[in-house]
């Protein structure tokens, strides 16, 4: 799943928990689920990485990673759907 390898970090539905590069998580927020909308940003002015829940800022998950960055969803049951938004519509949570 994503956050559990080096060079991935993520913020997990079913526990609320942030993975940053390792299985281990740490306590973020509370879960999302159907119906939720959740984004992540890196912030590079501020060197930070953080995630939104329904518009709403969540808080810093660490420093900004360097590089080139890719979008990675990990899902574990069937039937979920999920759309991704890069831009082309507007986001719930801006700067």
């Known amino acids: 799943m ?3 390898k080096e060079g991935s970090w993520a913020f997990h539905g079913d526990d609320g928990k942030l993975y940053l590069e390792r299985g281990q998580g ?3 927020r509370n ?13 590079s002015q501020n060197n930070e990485l ?18 080139r960055l ?12 999920f759309s991704i938004n890069f831009g082309l519509e507007g986001f719930r949570y801006s700067l």
């Open 50 to 67: 953080f995630f939104t829940k329904n518009g709403e800022y969540l808080g810093s998950a660490g420093s900004a990673p360097k590089g």
């Open 2 to 4: 994503p956050g559990w």
């Open 26 to 28: 740490v306590r973020y």
């Open 31 to 43: 879960t999302y689920g159907t119906g939720d909308v959740v984004g992540c940003g890196a912030d």
């Open 70 to 81: 890719f979008a990675v969803i990990g899902i574990g049951c069937e039937g979920v759907h």
